[in-house]
């Protein structure tokens, strides 16, 4: 059945973001509330992991397009709710990083981010998935697993939040001695920073795969085994400028899949939330996937 792009399911996530403020219903009603023939429903989540049961039952009611309202935690979530539905997903970002709306060139205005959905553009992406765990803009272990786990456990959220997390437990993290297997290839390394990336960045323009292209059948792998302060300072310096290939601070496969294994329990983080530990993981592409609406400059 052909999904009616006319039908708008908005999963809002009510805690994700530093604005409390937001006027969901109000935006919609100025900017769709005109349009006859588009029907739209708002379900605000009330615990975490139900965006996706949310979003699983409206792609079954018939909804066209499920928009994840929040950052790339709730994206997550509605993404694995719309898998295998045929209901495209939207975003309207109101995280902190909202890496994959970055990645897809959705506005990151609210009221430009709902205009897109009037007419929404739809292309199908790849989807990771570590351990057979969906994600969608990035994946991880080492130093950004460990730090997602402890912003989880801060109190607050926000960018700010984040950085201090991230300055207080830089030097108090130990790489992890991991072995990989990618493309035939073995290779046995400390692990500080493996990320597995479907998108370019982790959010707020941090890219640590500058050449991601979500739509090309491949994850891109970055390596960065350790970090000493004068790599630490190149790898945040890169992570800005978008150079961080070309830095000599880190190191890059493109793969469909990747083995790790450990002899300790590596945390792993989905999208940038703390997700488990396991020794031994697995993680895989499943090209072009997910409908997402995109925005007018994305290219790939
Ligand atoms: N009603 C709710 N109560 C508590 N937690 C929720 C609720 N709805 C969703 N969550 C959880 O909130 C977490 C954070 O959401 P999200 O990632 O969207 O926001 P963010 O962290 O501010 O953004 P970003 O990931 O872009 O930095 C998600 O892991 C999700 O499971």
Redesign the pocket.
Known sequence: MTPNYSRLCFIF??????NRRFDLRGLLHRQLGSISGLHYEVR????????EELARSAATEGFGVVV?V????????VGRGLLGTGAAMGVL???????LARHLGIPLTPAAAVDLLRKPRVLPIDVGRLNGKPFFCTAGLGFDAHVSRCF?EAGT???AT?VRVALREYGRYQATPIDIEVNNQHISTDCYVLAFANAAQY?NNAYIAPLANIRDGLLDLCLIDQMPLSRAMRVAYGLAAGDLPTSGAATYHTAQTVRVSSKQPLGFHL???FAGEATNIAVVIEPLALPVVVGTSFKQ
């Open positions: 996530n009510p805690i994700s973001g530093t605000p989540t009330e615990y975490a992991g139900h965006a994840a929040g950052g790339d935690g709730t994206v997550n979530e970002p109101r995280g902190s990083g909202n890496g989880a959220r926000g960018l984040y959010g999208d940038g939330d």
